[in-house]
């Protein structure tokens, strides 16, 4: 909700562009999980970050805690990109547990 | 193989019945959680359970109950299933550091709709 917004809230993209996604937190975010839930209603988990940077694949993913933000990054979007992207904050406001935004719809076109 | 498997899958039930979703992990986790995801909310915690036989609200929890009888299972029950329940469940688990240092990994889904 309000305490982890994504934007954009959806998201066409031709296969093989780039792309980003973020996530601004009004929270004091430690912690950040990124998830893919496919078509079919999977949740896949992406990434799990303490400030910093992770890759893996075409994937790249940035937490900056001093300036609360998140980002993911899409690499040479493929088909199987498409889904619902969810970011999630740990915060010890939140007694630990993870807040989740409410997703960025992604459609890759062929 | 999947390693959280929730049943049922789907079901449908009448208003004022009782309604039990299960939960079963092979990932050797201590930590397992109950979310209902509704179009415009995200993902909500209702309950958690870090050790068998004990569980823990949520940030949701009224008009439900949990049960972790042994590490592998967890159990969400609705004693008087409402309308304002109909949702997609999601179970995982995490490993036994706490929250912090935790990935969750989600079963499937259940698609509870309540008439």
């Known amino acids: 909700g309000d305490k982890v917004k994504q934007s954009p809230s959806a998201l066409s993209l031709q296969e093989g562009t780039n792309s980003a996604l973020r996530c601004n937190f009004s929270i004091a975010a430690t912690t950040v999980q990124w998830f893919l839930q496919n078509p079919r209603g999977s949740l896949i988990n992406l990434f799990y970050?303490?400030?910093g940077t992770k890759e893996n694949g075409r994937l790249k993913s940035t937490f900056n805690s001093k300036e609360s933000y998140s980002t993911l990054h899409i690499r040479d979007a493929q088909l199987e990109d498409s889904g619902t992207y969810f970011c999630?904050?740990?915060?010890?406001?939140?007694?630990?547990?993870?807040?989740f935004g409410i997703g960025t719809r992604v459609l890759v076109r062929p | 193989e999947a390693a959280v498997t929730q049943s049922p899958r789907s079901k449908v039930a009448v208003t004022g019945g009782k309604v039990t979703l299960s939960c079963h992990q092979t990932n050797n986790h201590d930590y397992m959680y109950w979310y209902r995801q509704d179009t415009g909310h995200g993902l909500r915690l209702i309950h958690y359970?870090?050790?068998?036989?004990?569980?823990e609200k949520g940030d949701i929890p009224d008009g439900y109950k949990a049960s972790r009888p042994s590490q592998e299972n967890f159990s969400l029950i609705l004693e008087l299933a409402s309308l304002s329940q109909t949702a997609v469940y999601f179970c995982?688990?995490?490993?036994?550091?706490?929250?912090?240092?935790?990935?969750?990994?989600f079963g499937e889904g259940s698609r509870l709709i309540v008439v």
């Open positions: 995982a688990s995490s490993d036994a550091r706490g929250f912090s240092g935790n990935t969750l990994y």
């Open positions: 359970s870090y050790v068998a036989d004990s569980t």
């Open positions: 999630a904050a740990e915060a010890n406001s939140a007694g630990n547990k993870l807040t």
């Open positions: 970050l303490v400030p």
